[in-house]
Nanobody, 131 residues
Framework: QVQLMESGGGQVQPGGSLSLSCAGS??????????MAWFRQAPGKEREFVAA????????ISADSVEGRFTASRDNAKNTVYLQMNSLRSDDTAVYYC??????????????????????WGQGTRVTVSS
C-alpha cells in the first residue's frame, strides 16, 4: 500500500513563505515513474489543482493562481516531493494534499490537473495565511 505523508504546514503572514514536503513509501513504489501533484482545499470550496511535477522532476505545471509564486520539486532518492510557496496570500489558506498519478506518465496539463487521475493521496497539511 502506497502511503504519502505531508509536512511543513503552519501559519504565516501575508507575503511570507512556506515549504511543504511529501514523503512517499510503499512496496514496489517506483517513485520516479510517476507524476506527483499538489492540490488544495479551502474551507467551503472544492479541491483544486496547485502544481504537478514529472517523474524526473524536469518538468512541472502549475495553476494560474500560483504561477510565479509556487514551485514544485522532487528528490527521487528520498521519495519526496516539495512545494515551495512564496509571496503567500490570504486566499492561499487551505489544506494542501500531495497525490500520485499512476496513469499517464508523461506530464500532461489537461490530464494531471484533474484530481480524479490521482490514485494515492496524503492526509493533508494545513496552511493558514493570516496577519
Amino acid at each position: 500500500q502506497v502511503q504519502l505523508m505531508e509536512s511543513g504546514g503552519g501559519q504565516v503572514q501575508p507575503g511570507g513563505s512556506l515549504s511543504l514536503s511529501c514523503a512517499g513509501s510503499g512496496p514496489g513504489l517506483a517513485f520516479d515513474s510517476y507524476v506527483m501533484a499538489w492540490f488544495r482545499q479551502a474551507p467551503g470550496k472544492e479541491r483544486e489543482f496547485v502544481a504537478a511535477i514529472s517523474g524526473s522532476g524536469r518538468r512541472q505545471i502549475s495553476a494560474d493562481s500560483v504561477e510565479g509564486r509556487f514551485t514544485a520539486s522532487r528528490d527521487n532518492a528520498k521519495n519526496t516531493v516539495y512545494l515551495q510557496m512564496n509571496s503567500l496570500r490570504s486566499d492561499d489558506t487551505a489544506v494542501y494534499y500531495c497525490a500520485v498519478s499512476t496513469g499517464l506518465q508523461y506530464l500532461t496539463p489537461n490530464y494531471h490537473s484533474f484530481a480524479g487521475h490521482y490514485r494515492y493521496w496524503g492526509q493533508g497539511t494545513r496552511v493558514t495565511v493570516s496577519s
